[in-house]
């Protein structure tokens, strides 16, 4: 059996930790093992699981990225079991190849899950420049979430295997038609059912939420907006909830593990995004025939021309209020969307299968 050793920095309910979990789930374990390294004392949301899949996880303690990197590199060489690591933490993915190429690691698979590092000033655009090119001397494979995930790690598409957040569609669909009111059975509220689903941090750009939820009162429109995910800007988005006396009207729900039926039964959900990977959660949304309003900054491959994507710019609230003030089309049918998801790449056990001759073809 191969294992490998995934790196990541703890194993919560996020994008790319959901990905990962999903092509855990589905790829043959008689075959391959997940271990993972994580980088936290703290339990992740999915580390129970991981452990009942048959996975380990070693947490790594350090202070800094220098003396994470020794550390690993201890790790690995005390741990010949593993033939090839896969990190999936972007720019600091370079520590983690550096650590694992002098344990002596044959494969060394670097994973981009973003479009951009979305930092900004003169000290982190030099990391960036060092680490892209640390990143890109180390990796012995290169994978990516979309096209332009694999051109901002790798500078272009050249050998890069091209695996797409991808879902159970027709396990999705399923459980979307059983919880058509989940919301409405769930929470009692009437109106329009809004949801936004990511971390609670920056890029997800929840301060513009709040200015479309700011809008719809305005406006008079009974609705709620509940903001699923937890993070670094949870405190300061609960006061600044109160402070715009938006409490009725905008609930904050943290890490859910219902998010499929949340999303089956919402009206809309809205990613104003400064800028994203290949957002998972658009791939669920769209198998559960959800439309949403997404940031034009975010890349059009997660679009599948279902008619349930809609691209707004993020310089106006006014514009977005005015597209949830608008009735959606009726319902796709659940065999057009499966399909459309299936032809698009995004079926997860095609992508694990695919995933699992990856490995194989790196450990001959």
Same mark, same amino acid.
């Given at each position: 059996?191969?294992? =490998?050793?995934?790196?990541?920095?703890?194993?919560?309910?996020?994008?790319?930790?959901?990905? @990962?979990?999903?092509?855990? +789930?589905?790829?043959?374990?008689?075959?391959?093992?997940?271990?993972?390294?994580?980088?936290?004392?703290?339990?992740? /949301?999915?580390?129970?699981?991981?452990?009942?899949?048959?996975?380990?996880?070693?947490?790594?303690?350090?202070?800094?990225?220098? #003396?994470?990197?020794?550390?690993?590199?201890?790790?690995?060489?005390?741990?010949?079991?593993?033939?090839?690591?896969?990190?999936?933490?972007?720019?600091? %993915?370079?520590?983690?190849?550096?650590?694992?190429?002098?344990?002596?690691?044959?494969? +060394?698979?670097?994973?981009?899950?973003?479009?951009?590092?979305?930092?900004?000033?003169?000290?982190?655009?030099?990391?960036?420049?060092?680490?892209?090119?640390?990143?890109?001397?180390?990796?012995?494979?290169?994978?990516?979430?979309?096209?332009?995930?694999?051109?901002?790690?790798?500078?272009?598409?050249?050998?890069?295997?091209?695996?797409? %957040?991808?879902?159970?569609?027709?396990?999705?669909?399923?459980?979307?038609?059983?919880?058509?009111?989940?919301?409405?059975?769930?929470? %009692? #509220?009437?109106?329009?059912?809004?949801?936004?689903?990511?971390?609670? %941090?920056?890029?997800?750009?929840?301060?513009?939420?709040?200015?479309?939820?700011?809008?719809?009162?305005?406006?008079?429109?009974?609705?709620?907006?509940?903001?699923?995910?937890?993070?670094?800007?949870?405190?300061?988005?609960?006061?600044?909830?109160?402070?715009?006396? @938006?409490?009725?009207? =905008?609930?904050?729900?943290?890490?859910?593990? /219902?998010?499929?039926? @949340?999303?089956?039964?919402?009206? *809309?959900?809205?990613?104003?995004?400064?800028?994203?990977?290949?957002?998972?959660?658009?791939?669920?949304?769209?198998?559960?025939?959800?439309?949403?309003? =997404?940031?034009?900054? =975010?890349?059009?491959?997660? /679009? *599948?021309?279902?008619?349930?994507?809609?691209? @707004?710019?993020?310089?106006?609230?006014?514009?977005?209020?005015?597209?949830?003030?608008?009735?959606?089309?009726?319902?796709?049918?659940?065999?057009?969307?499966?399909?459309?998801?299936?032809?698009?790449? *995004?079926?997860?056990?095609?992508?694990?299968?695919?995933?699992?001759?990856?490995?194989?073809?790196?450990?001959?």
């Amino acid at each position: 059996m191969i294992r =490998v050793l995934h790196i990541v920095g703890k194993m919560d309910r996020a994008g790319a930790e959901t990905m @990962l979990m999903n092509l855990y +789930r589905h790829v043959d374990r008689t075959q391959v093992q997940f271990d993972f390294i994580t980088f936290t004392p703290d339990k992740g /949301d999915y580390d129970d699981e991981i452990l009942a899949l048959g996975g380990r996880i070693f947490p790594i303690i350090a202070n800094n990225s220098i #003396e994470r990197m020794f550390k690993l590199t201890s790790f690995l060489k005390q741990h010949s079991e593993y033939q090839i690591i896969h990190a999936h933490q972007l720019l600091n %993915n370079a520590f983690h190849l550096l650590a694992a190429k002098q344990a002596g690691i044959p494969h +060394r698979i670097a994973h981009s899950h973003n479009t951009s590092n979305g930092k900004m000033g003169v000290m982190k655009k030099i990391y960036e420049k060092w680490a892209l090119k640390i990143i890109n001397k180390t990796v012995t494979s290169k994978i990516a979430c979309g096209e332009l995930a694999a051109k901002y790690l790798f500078g272009s598409t050249t050998d890069v295997m091209i695996l797409p %957040n991808s879902v159970n569609c027709q396990q999705m669909v399923e459980k979307a038609k059983e919880n058509r009111n989940f919301i409405s059975e769930n929470f %009692n #509220e009437e109106g329009l059912k809004i949801i936004q689903v990511g971390r609670l %941090n920056t890029v997800k750009n929840h301060k513009f939420s709040l200015k479309i939820a700011e809008e719809l009162t305005k406006r008079g429109v009974k609705y709620t907006l509940y903001i699923i995910g937890q993070g670094p800007l949870e405190s300061s988005l609960k006061q600044e909830i109160q402070t715009k006396l @938006l409490s009725n009207n =905008v609930k904050m729900l943290g890490i859910r593990s /219902d998010i499929t039926e @949340l999303m089956a039964s919402a009206d *809309f959900m809205i990613m104003p995004s400064l800028h994203e990977g290949f957002p998972v959660v658009l791939v669920e949304s769209q198998a559960v025939g959800l439309h949403t309003l =997404v940031s034009d900054r =975010v890349s059009a491959e997660v /679009d *599948f021309g279902l008619g349930l994507i809609h691209f @707004l710019s993020i310089t106006s609230e006014k514009e977005w209020v005015d597209y949830l003030e608008t009735p959606t089309k009726s319902p796709l049918s659940n065999d057009i969307i499966c399909q459309k998801i299936q032809e698009a790449g *995004f079926d997860v056990i095609e992508n694990a299968n695919s995933l699992l001759s990856f490995y194989k073809t790196c450990s001959q």
